[in-house]
T-cell receptor, first 115, second 115 residues
Framework: DADVTQTPRNRITKTGKRIMLECSQTKGHDRMYWYRQDPGLGLRLIYY???????NKGEISDGYSVSRQAQAKFSLSLESAIPNQTALYFC??????????????FGSGTRLTVV | AQSVTQPDIHITVSEGASLELRCNYS??????LFWYVQSPGQGLQLLLK??????LVQGIKGFEAEFKRSQSSFNLRKPSVHWSDAAEYFC?????????????FGTGTRLTIIP
């Protein structure tokens, strides 16, 4: 099994619908992140969580919300999806004990299309 | 805030030729630096990282990168590319202070390999 699992892998949804992307990890890491990837823009941080009770907005949090249900689970929700939220979404984890020196472990991504 | 610039959007090289992908960062202190690779349809895989010590770091798949503080650069190199190296490459910078380990990514460089 993958260390960081994202579900679903692909999703097509309609404008205005609520959708949840899920992420679970078996790394035992404290810190979890949601990024979106758009062509030519790289990866941009949506939300991050340093532990279950610590959730923070990233650079592009508008239109998104998150829930950290447990150390191992971090979900991203689009309350009312719009077409410009069509993107590839990545979940990532890191270990607080390393101080960030070892980078992130990424999931395989969720490709979301809003029509 | 830290930032990362990858000036080359797309690079094409012949199989067997050498490769250098450029990365420049902006950060007041010594950062943590990373190169990730994303193969088509895949997540991001860590190629190599730098956080202290020897400024020439070796990574997986025959890649290396050199940290040059005076030039604020962390360029990725490979002496001889293989067709399987065709992918998108992302440079990332992280803060080197404990408690705030968020990565900022560049916009990526797409590498095409021609026979």
């Amino acid at each position: 099994d993958a260390d960081v699992t994202q579900t679903p892998r692909n999703r097509i949804t309609k404008t205005g619908k609520r959708i949840m992307l899920e992420c679970s990890q078996t790394k035992g890491h404290d810190r979890m992140y949601w990024y979106r990837q758009d062509p030519g823009l790289g990866l941009r941080l949506i939300y991050y969580s340093f532990d279950v009770k610590d959730i923070n907005k990233g650079e592009i949090s508008d239109g998104y919300s998150v829930s950290r249900q447990a150390q191992a689970k971090f979900s991203l929700s689009l309350e009312s999806a719009i077409p410009n939220q069509t993107a590839l979404y990545f979940c990532a984890t890191s270990d607080a004990g390393t101080g960030g020196r070892y980078g992130y472990t990424f999931g395989s991504g969720t490709r979301l299309t809003v029509v | 805030a830290q930032s990362v610039t990858q000036p080359d959007i797309h690079i094409t090289v012949s199989e067997g030729a050498s490769l250098e992908l450029r990365c420049n960062y902006s950060y007041g202190a010594t950062p943590y630096l990373f190169w990730y690779v994303q193969s088509p349809g895949q997540g991001l895989q860590l190629l190599l990282k730098y956080f202290s010590g020897d400024t020439l770091v070796q990574g997986i798949k025959g890649f290396e990168a050199e940290f040059k503080r005076s030039q604020s650069s962390f360029n990725l190199r490979k002496p001889s590319v293989h067709w399987s190296d065709a992918a998108e490459y992302f440079c990332a910078v992280g803060l080197s202070n404990f408690g705030n380990e968020k990565l900022t990514f560049g916009t990526g460089t797409r590498l095409t390999i021609i026979p």
